[in-house]
């Protein structure tokens, strides 16, 4: 029997992202793309799920947030806890996998931060790759975000991207679409490098 | 339950745990073996495939603080291995429905 292919992400927002691209480049089938509500419960559930029956391969897709190398360790701290010995000290720029320790039942890993595991930022940060480069709609979608007056200014400035990216959406031919269904609409074009980079990890995890 | 008298001191090996046994009160069962168990200073094996005795089992051991363990035997090339799941551990499990089986 294969084994199971199962690919864990944050919140729904990423899983629709991840179902669409998958659909939209051809990746597939994985057993499961499974958003665990948010960060906190997605670290906690891991390494439970490393010790799946008949897991093959896990991959995550979380967040950098303001801290690449605190996100990073986190990860690498319940792989050796788990029992992974060859787990590097940095994530690979290109998505960093970790073959099956020799001798048990643990699953391949894959890890991918977003938006391209060397920056800090979020699934929108990623979404922005997207956006068709030299867009004038982006550039005043842009200016508008970056001058709401002060004291109308609601959001964090990690949610920034969230605002630009949703605004973006707002102002498309179909206004509102979600994030997911955008990409199967080409309001946000998956045909970048930036996609291909993702396709490939999980290619590489999971259907190598 | 009688059985586990009987064994005071010793192990008490119970096969397919969940056999004869409603899904609703299994977890009571459970509880009653941690109980007695703790009573008589009896260590209890016991070995099921069924996700209600392990849905059951965390229940139990939730409420008996490290006294409880699900060990998974697979076989894999004519070896055995296990995989150990804590209190904790088992938590997760049943909540995110984590095959253990």
């Not at chain 1, 010790?51 to 391969?57: P, R």
């Not at chain 1, 699953?107 to 068709?132: C, K, T």
């Amino acid at each position: 029997m294969p084994g199971k292919k199962i690919l864990l992400v944050e919140g729904t927002d990423d899983e629709h992202v991840l179902k669409h691209i998958c659909g939209e480049r051809g990746v597939g089938p994985l057993d499961e793309i499974k958003p665990q509500g948010d960060v906190t419960r997605l670290l906690e559930n891991f390494p439970v799920r490393l010790k799946e029956s008949d897991i093959e391969a896990l991959g995550v897709v979380i967040d950098a947030d303001t801290d690449l190398t605190a996100r990073w360790q986190s990860l690498r701290d319940r792989l050796v806890r788990a029992g992974y010995q060859s787990v590097p000290a940095e994530p690979s720029p290109a998505g960093t996998i970790i073959s099956s320790p020799k001798d048990t039942l643990l699953p391949a890993v894959g890890v991918w931060i977003m938006p391209d595991n060397q920056a800090a930022g979020i699934l929108e940060d990623f979404l922005r790759f997207l956006v068709p480069a030299g867009s004038r709609l982006f550039a005043h979608v842009e200016s508008s975000v970056a001058n709401i007056p002060a004291e109308e200014q609601r959001f964090a400035p990690l949610a920034r991207p969230k605002a630009i990216i949703h605004t973006w959406l707002a102002w498309q031919a179909e206004p509102g679409r979600p994030l997911g269904t955008s990409i199967t609409a080409r309001f946000l074009d998956s045909n970048v490098a930036q996609v291909d980079a993702l396709v490939r990890w999980l290619n590489d995890l999971f259907f190598r | 339950m009688l059985s586990l008298v009987n064994a005071q001191g010793g192990l008490l090996l119970i096969d397919e745990f969940e056999n004869g046994l409603h899904h609703t009160v299994q977890s009571e069962v459970w509880n009653g073996i941690f109980r007695l168990a703790n009573l008589m200073n009896v260590q209890v094996f016991a070995t099921s495939h069924s996700w209600d005795a392990v849905q059951a089992f965390q229940k139990a051991a939730a409420n008996n603080a490290d006294q409880g363990v699900l060990i998974r035997l697979t076989s894999k090339e004519s070896q055995i291995i296990p995989t150990y799941f804590r209190e904790d551990e088992l938590a997760v499990a049943t909540r995110e429905n984590i095959e253990v089986r």
